[in-house]
């Protein structure tokens, strides 16, 4: 079975700084997606980025982007110049491949950002 | 669009009570997810319809919980009888079809608390 880790339940960051979150997945197949989701307090979670498995490159989405390390099954967003608003809950999920399309969400990191 | 409505926000009931929770998924969205969320931990997948049919209940606990996707659109959750330990957040989530990176929509969830 797939499982999803995230390591950091809480990490700090000043504003305009940079932040990585980690997570770590297990799996034997060789065809998934992997995203990184936000959960401001008291709101909808909210899709970050996304990555495909069988895509070497680090996926990018304005300030946010991946270290994607297939072999090491690992993959944390990085956040450049931290906002205020970037202060939520963040779950990394994995996605199976076609078949079961099941989605598995780690337990979380909340990321306070310092102004 | 439209983004996917969940009701009510919130609800407290007692123990033994019973419960049900309303989800209108973002119109044409064939697969609708019900997840529980308890405090401090990350999405767990209840149940995964694909239009009108349940592709995966392995975690629903069928003794207590049902669902139903009537006509494929929206759908509703219900617990009777609620302990304790339901006391969470019911997070209803659409895509617009299982293959490929098709992302989740989240609605904004329903709080439970079981006194």
């Known amino acids: 079975a797939q499982t999803v880790t995230q390591s950091q339940p809480e990490m700090s960051v000043q504003e305009a700084e940079t932040v990585t979150l980690s997570c770590t997945y297990d799996?034997?197949?060789?065809?998934?997606?992997l995203f990184w989701y936000k959960q401001p307090p008291s709101r909808q979670m909210i899709l970050v980025i996304r990555?495909?498995?069988?895509?070497?490159q680090n996926a990018t989405e304005n300030r946010f982007s991946v270290n994607f390390q297939k072999a090491a099954k690992s993959f944390s967003l990085k956040i450049s110049d931290s906002q205020l608003g970037d202060a939520a809950m963040y779950f990394c999920?994995?996605?199976?491949?076609?078949?079961?399309?099941?989605?598995?969400f780690g337990t979380g990191t909340r990321l306070k950002v310092l102004a | 669009e439209a983004g996917v409505a969940q009701s009510p926000r919130y609800k407290i009931i007692e123990k033994r009570q019973s419960v049900a929770f309303w989800c209108n998924p973002i119109?044409?969205?064939?697969?609708l997810y019900w997840y529980q969320q308890i405090l401090g931990q990350g999405p767990k997948l209840l149940i995964q319809?694909?239009?009108?049919?349940?592709?995966?209940d392995s975690q629903l606990p069928k003794d207590r919980f049902s669902a139903e996707r009537l006509k494929g659109v929206d759908s509703t959750l219900k617990i009777q009888p609620a302990k304790l330990e339901d006391s969470a957040v019911y997070l209803c989530?659409?895509?617009?079809?299982?293959?490929?990176?098709?992302?989740?929509?989240f609605g904004a969830g329903s709080r439970l608390t079981v006194l």
């Open positions: 990555q495909e498995a069988y895509k070497q």
């Open positions: 989530a659409s895509s617009l079809w299982t293959s490929g990176a098709n992302v989740l929509t």
């Open positions: 999920a994995y996605r199976s491949a076609p078949g079961t399309y099941k989605y598995i």
């Open positions: 119109s044409g969205h064939a697969t």
């Open positions: 319809f694909q239009n009108n049919g349940v592709v995966d």
């Open positions: 799996t034997s197949e060789s065809d998934y997606y």
